[in-house]
């Protein structure tokens, strides 16, 4: 079955530490994203990759980091500079090409102990 | 600055008859316009979209109608079921493989 696998389903960070979220597919699109969803709010876009070893920042990138070192794959580290970590993370993949849509996969809810 | 808006935060509709969901958007650049279904603790799940040169798309029950001098975008559900019961997302991009920018979504829910 193809499609794009976020782990963990939940995490939890004690303040200051850095977290990694596991973002993996395998519908063999070049194109990969973060985006973040607060309560009440659309997501907003917090990085996103067009091809392997290069992305680019997205509306929110303070506080972020990611790295795009084979396709299928593009995790992102949340670090200790993110002052407001707390959020529902959602990474979707894309063919790549102009007016096709990206598909989601399930999220990764990330608490502050 | 909102460019993506999705002015009803709820909307409830009875089983059976037509949802209208609205979505207005300030970017005269955005060419591609999507509509994605959320459930809780769930990722959005793409329903359909419409590119800038049509005004008009449909896939069964869903059809999006693009209005471009008004900058203005509505789903219709039709009839609508209690699966329907969601999170509808609007989402707009400038084309190429760029992200999306999103509304806050609208809370839709089908009376039995």
């Known amino acids: 079955d193809g499609g794009i696998t976020q782990s963990p389903k939940y995490l939890f960070r004690k303040e200051g530490q850095n977290v990694t979220l596991s973002c993996e597919q395998n519908l063999n699109h070049d194109a990969m994203y973060w985006y973040r969803q607060d309560p009440g709010q659309g997501l907003r876009l917090i990085y996103y990759s067009q091809i392997v070893n290069d992305f680019q920042k997205g509306d929110i990138a303070e506080g972020y980091s990611v790295s795009r070192e084979k396709k299928e794959s593009f995790p992102l580290t949340v670090t200790s500079a993110q002052k407001n970590p707390t959020a529902f993370y959602l990474c979707a993949s894309s063919i790549g090409l102009s007016n096709q849509p990206q598909h989601f996969g399930d999220g990764t809810r990330l608490s502050i102990l | 600055d909102q460019q993506v808006k999705q002015n009803s935060p709820s909307l409830s509709v009875q089983e059976g008859r037509i949802s209208i969901l609205n979505c207005d958007y300030t970017?005269?650049?955005?060419?591609?316009f999507l509509w994605y279904k959320k459930y809780p603790a769930e990722g959005p799940t793409f329903l359909i979209s419409?590119?800038?040169?049509?005004d008009k798309n449909e896939d069964g029950r869903f059809t999006v109608f693009l209005n471009k001098s008004a900058k203005h975008l509505s789903l219709h559900i039709v009839p609508s079921q209690p699966g329907d019961s969601a999170v509808y997302f609007c989402?707009?991009?400038?084309?190429?493989?760029?992200?999306?920018?999103f509304g806050k979504g609208t809370h839709l829910i089908i009376q039995p």
């Open positions: 419409i590119s800038s040169i049509k």
């Open positions: 989402a707009a991009s400038e084309g190429g493989a760029d992200g999306l920018t």
């Open positions: 970017n005269s650049m955005f060419d591609y």
